[in-house]
């Protein structure tokens, strides 16, 4: 049973271009999401949260959206760069005091296109 | 050092043997995790410790696996007779407060 789910394995895009990646998650309990990068080799690096009190966090070119009642949240990326091209993973906690403990999608895998 | 450092990177054992995976995390921080990342997947919650104690060790798969922090600081995961099933990257992350997680490299564990 697979709470957060990312359904696109892969997306391209140009450079300058924007990129967005989607986001499904099942339990109405889960009140903080984040976003996590990762390159090949490396640990997952952090991106960008949001807590659900909120439907929208920007910092610089990355926004994510919060859409509670589609239990649905989306990362934009504007403009893309070749340096974004990464594995993006969702993830979700149900706080409790712990916002560590997450239950992360799939990931998807961004390719940016000089 | 800066970041959250794992030993070994890889580590290549037979079908039953013993292993143990090495976590340093950074400086301060008391919360230290550990999670598993299988092929294809995103990394899964294995254990939670909060200073020494294991606070939520709920994601563990079963009893062969175990894991420590004696001090507060260096964790250790244990895995006993491992299984081919048992190939994965184990990462391990720890944070200071509600601050996000801060992840190592993983290490790279493959059972032949």
């Known amino acids: 049973d697979q709470q957060v789910k990312q359904n696109s394995p892969s997306l391209s895009v140009q450079e300058g271009r924007i990129s967005i990646l989607n986001c499904d998650y099942t339990?109405?309990?889960?009140?903080?999401f984040l976003w996590y990068k990762k390159y090949p080799a490396e640990g997952p690096t952090f991106l960008i949260s949001i807590s659900s009190i909120k439907d929208k966090n920007e910092d610089g070119r990355f926004t994510v959206f919060l859409n509670k009642s589609a239990k649905h949240l989306s990362l934009h990326i504007v403009p893309s760069q070749p340096g974004d091209s990464a594995v993006y993973f969702c993830a979700a906690s149900e706080g409790s005091g712990n916002t560590g403990k997450l239950i992360f999608g799939q990931g998807t895998t961004l390719q940016v296109k000089p | 050092g800066a970041g959250v450092s794992q030993t070994p990177s890889n580590k290549v054992t037979e079908k039953g043997k013993y292993v143990e995976l090495r976590c340093d995390p950074i400086?301060?921080?008391?919360?230290l995790y550990w999670y598993r990342q299988s092929l294809g997947q995103g990394p899964e919650f294995l254990i939670y410790?909060?200073?020494?104690?294991?606070?939520?060790d709920s994601g563990l798969p079963n009893d062969r696996f175990f894991a420590v922090r004696p001090e507060g600081s260096v964790s250790t995961l244990k895995i006993q007779r491992t299984e081919r099933g048992d190939s994965a990257v184990y990462l391990c992350?720890?944070?200071?407060?509600?601050?996000?997680?801060?992840f190592g490299n993983g290490t790279r564990l493959t059972v032949t």
């Open positions: 992350a720890s944070s200071s407060g509600n601050s996000p997680l801060h």
């Open positions: 339990n109405s309990m889960f009140d903080y």
């Open positions: 410790f909060q200073g020494t104690g294991a606070a939520d």
């Open positions: 400086s301060g921080h008391t919360a």
